[in-house]
């Protein structure tokens, strides 16, 4: 069972600044892409930003110039800056590994909460 481990996160001001880490433990063979995805309260879970090994990204429009979505693939690890922050990113953040066979795997969740 691969597990995803997060770290970052946490309570910034408008206009401040994030990083999101997601580390797995260990390679899965079928993996489409890495990313992360967010819901807010009452709200339906969202794309942030995915990233395949071969470094090619895709982002939410409400994200798109002001996060960047990275990854190494020799530590299975993704990383997000988030910049320009904006009350309405606040939210808890996924970590998620995306298969072309099976299920996807989710770390357990981040809060990022972005004070006005």
């Known amino acids: 069972q691969v597990q995803l481990v997060e770290s970052g996160g946490g309570v910034v001001q408008a206009g401040g600044s994030l990083r999101l880490s997601c580390a797995t433990s260990g390679s899965v063979a079928s993996e489409k892409a890495m990313g992360w995805y967010r819901q807010a309260p009452g709200k339906q879970r969202e794309l942030v930003a995915t990233?395949?090994?071969?470094?090619?990204?895709n982002y939410g429009d409400s994200v798109k110039g002001r996060f960047t979505i990275s990854r190494d693939n020799a530590k299975n690890s993704v990383t997000l800056q988030m910049n320009s922050l904006k009350p309405e990113d606040t939210a808890v953040y996924y970590c998620n590994l995306d298969r072309w066979y099976g299920l996807p795997y989710w770390g357990q969740g981040t809060q990022v909460t972005v004070s006005s």
């Open positions: 990233i395949t090994r071969g470094g090619r990204s």
